[in-house]
C-alpha cells in the first residue's frame, strides 16, 4: 500500500507564495508520474501540473509562469511553487502519484488534499 501526504497550504494574500509538498511512501518500485490537481468549491476538481520521471512537465495554461513543479524522485516527493496568487487560485489542492508497486501492481494513489486560500 501507498501512502500520499500533502502539506504546507494556508492562508496567503493575492500575490504571495506558497510551497506545497507531497510525499510518497510504502513499497514502491517506481514512481513515474506525480502531480497536482485542484478542486475549488462549486467546481470539478481539475488538473494544476504533473512532472514524469524524466522531468518533463504539463502545466495547465492559467498556471504558466506562476507555479512550478518539482521532485526528488529519491524521496518520492513533489514540491508545488506557487507565485503571484491570485483569489482564483483558492481550491483544495490534491497530489496524485501513478507507478509501480514492489510487487509490480500499479499504483495510483490520491492524498486528503490541503487548502489553499488566496485572500486579503
Known amino acids: 500500500q501507498v501512502q500520499v501526504v500533502e502539506s504546507g497550504g494556508g492562508l496567503v494574500q493575492p500575490g504571495g507564495s506558497l510551497r506545497l509538498s507531497c510525499a510518497a511512501s510504502?513499497?514502491?518500485?517506481?514512481?513515474?508520474?506525480m502531480g497536482w490537481y485542484r478542486q475549488a468549491p462549486g467546481k470539478e476538481r481539475e488538473l494544476v501540473v504533473f512532472?514524469?520521471?524524466?522531468?518533463?512537465?504539463n502545466y495547465v495554461d492559467s498556471v504558466k509562469g506562476r507555479f512550478t513543479i518539482s521532485r526528488d524522485n529519491a524521496k518520492n516527493t513533489v514540491y508545488l511553487q506557487m507565485n503571484s496568487r491570485k483569489p482564483e487560485d483558492t481550491a483544495v489542492y490534491y497530489c496524485?502519484?501513478?507507478?509501480?508497486?514492489?510487487?509490480?501492481?500499479?499504483?495510483?494513489?490520491w492524498g486528503r488534499g490541503t487548502q489553499v486560500t488566496v485572500s486579503s
Open positions: 510504502g513499497r514502491i518500485f517506481r514512481m513515474n508520474v
Open positions: 512532472i514524469i520521471s524524466d522531468g518533463s512537465t
Open positions: 496524485n502519484v501513478k507507478g509501480i508497486h514492489s510487487i509490480y501492481s500499479p499504483i495510483d494513489t
